[in-house]
């Protein structure tokens, strides 16, 4: 059989489903990019009036002194200082009264840790006999995070970071299960539907018949990966976000994940061929897939289990790094793709010793 015959007829069978879910793909990008304007409103979590006070923090061997500069106030007769454990000051823990000046020194004592204690400031101006006032704003001496950012330990208020959730959120589960799908069924359907005797039969090997099968597939899923940074390109572009991003870092975070598919393709293959039962193999590769998941969502939240994620394949696809124009480890990728052509070997030569029924 000549070259290629295999992938085309897999193609011509399925190309269906293929265009069906490159649509269903592009429209998940597109909206999911699009809801970036509100998220990030939604999650912003600027301190009420914090532009008009500036906070430096000066280290000493007792503690800190936070210097806070504010902006000047028409007509104020003097400043009031609150000092408070949270932003809701409903009690504060100091009260600091008469500040003349636009600027005042508090020190704060490292805690019974050692460490600097996390503390609100605000600055509240008073006018006149009757003492009105007026609030002028409120700042603090640490970098706050929102809660998203305390959880996964990246700011998603940008545009960056929203897109890594994009990619480690839902990515990997929805692309890999639909490639271990895929996989599985190209050559399962062969050994249900009693062809693969008659291909064998043909002037094809069997190495030749898995190549092709897993060529098709890692083929149709580097194209997915393309079209899926080229639509996302488009997304960001389109809600004006682009200037903090990179075209090639867009499409780059995207083909990373490439690797990362081929090993699932592998195994898929594996499942399909040992197995010859396309539920069952199918059930091994969605196991395989939400247990790599699993693994990598454990690792990410919590801080304890970060050791288990040399565990997981996803972990060695560096989305971060190619958005944020961080340097690549290319080691990781040969490592995912040395995996891939391993599980493959071994696929091919369990498929060369098996007995095949006519």
Same mark, same amino acid.
Do not use: C
């Given at each position: 059989?000549k070259?290629?015959?295999?992938?085309?007829?897999?193609?011509?069978?399925?190309?269906?489903?293929?265009v069906?879910?490159?649509?269903?793909?592009?429209?998940?990008?597109?909206?999911?990019?699009?809801?970036?304007?509100?998220?990030?409103?939604?999650?912003?979590?600027?301190?009420?009036?914090?532009?008009?006070?500036?906070?430096?923090?000066?280290? !000493?061997?007792?503690?800190?002194?936070?210097?806070?500069?504010?902006?000047e106030?028409?007509?104020?007769?003097?400043?009031?200082?609150?000092?408070?454990?949270?932003?809701?000051?409903?009690?504060?823990?100091?009260?600091?009264?008469?500040?003349?000046?636009?600027?005042?020194?508090?020190?704060?004592?490292?805690?019974?840790?050692?460490?600097?204690?996390?503390?609100?400031?605000?600055?509240?101006?008073?006018?006149?006999?009757?003492?009105?006032? !007026?609030?002028?704003?409120?700042?603090?001496?640490?970098?706050?995070?929102?809660?998203?950012?305390?959880?996964?330990?990246?700011?998603?208020?940008?545009?960056?970071?929203?897109?890594?959730?994009?990619?480690?959120?839902?990515?990997?589960?929805?692309?890999?299960?639909?490639?271990?799908?895929?996989s599985?069924?190209?050559?399962s359907?062969?050994?249900?539907?009693?062809?693969?005797?008659?291909?064998?039969?043909?002037?094809?090997?069997?190495k030749?018949?898995?190549l092709?099968?897993?060529?098709?597939?890692?083929?149709?899923?580097?194209?997915?990966?393309?079209i899926?940074?080229?639509?996302?390109?488009?997304?960001?572009?389109?809600?004006?976000?682009?200037?903090?991003?990179?075209?090639?870092?867009?499409?780059?975070?995207?083909?990373?994940?490439?690797?990362?598919?081929?090993?699932?393709?592998?195994?898929?293959?594996?499942?399909a061929?040992?197995?010859?039962?396309?539920?069952?193999?199918?059930?091994?590769?969605?196991?395989?897939?939400?247990?790599?998941?699993?693994?990598?969502?454990?690792?990410?939240?919590?801080?304890?289990?970060?050791?288990?994620?040399?565990?997981?394949?996803?972990?060695?696809?560096?989305?971060?790094?190619?958005?944020?124009?961080?340097?690549?480890?290319?080691?990781?990728?040969?490592?995912?793709?040395?995996?891939?052509?391993?599980?493959?070997?071994?696929?091919?030569?369990?498929?060369?010793?098996?007995?095949?029924?006519?």
């Open positions: 059989m070259l290629g015959r295999t992938m085309l007829m897999e193609l011509r069978n399925s190309w269906r489903g293929y069906l879910f490159i649509v269903v793909v592009v429209l998940l990008i597109a909206g999911f990019t699009q809801s970036f304007p509100a998220f990030s409103e939604a999650f912003e979590d600027e301190l009420d009036g914090s532009e008009n006070i500036d906070v430096d923090v000066i280290e !000493e061997e007792e503690g800190i002194t936070v210097r806070l500069t504010w902006i106030i028409d007509d104020a007769e003097n400043y009031t200082l609150l000092v408070g454990a949270s932003p809701q000051m409903i009690v504060p823990f100091d009260r600091v009264t008469g500040i003349e000046e636009k600027q005042y020194d508090y020190f704060l004592p490292f805690d019974e840790d050692g460490k600097i204690p996390e503390a609100y400031f605000a600055v509240v101006a008073v006018f006149g006999e009757e003492r009105e006032t !007026e609030y002028v704003g409120m700042e603090t001496n640490i970098e706050r995070r929102s809660p998203l950012e305390e959880l996964w330990g990246m700011d998603y208020g940008d545009i960056q970071g929203f897109v890594s959730v994009l990619w480690s959120m839902w990515w990997f589960l929805l692309i890999g299960l639909y490639v271990g799908y895929i599985v069924n190209s050559v359907k062969d050994f249900e539907e009693d062809r693969m005797d008659i291909l064998l039969s043909k002037p094809i090997s069997r030749q018949y898995l092709e099968k897993f060529s098709l597939v890692a083929g149709y899923t580097l194209f997915l990966m393309i899926a940074g080229l639509v996302l390109i488009g997304s960001v572009y389109s809600v004006g976000e682009l200037g903090d991003v990179t075209s090639s870092a867009l499409v780059l975070s995207a083909v990373l994940s490439w690797p990362v598919f081929l090993v699932i393709i592998a195994f898929s293959l594996s499942a061929v040992y197995l010859e039962d396309s539920k069952k193999a199918m059930g091994l590769s969605f196991i395989f897939i939400l247990v790599q998941f699993g693994i990598h969502l454990v690792g990410d939240i919590s801080e304890s289990l970060e050791y288990v994620r040399p565990y997981t394949i996803i972990s060695y696809w560096d989305h971060e790094a190619a958005l944020y124009g961080e340097a690549i480890s290319l080691v990781d990728v040969g490592y995912l793709i040395v995996i891939a052509v391993l599980i493959f070997v071994l696929t091919l030569k369990l498929f060369e010793r098996k007995d095949i029924p006519t």
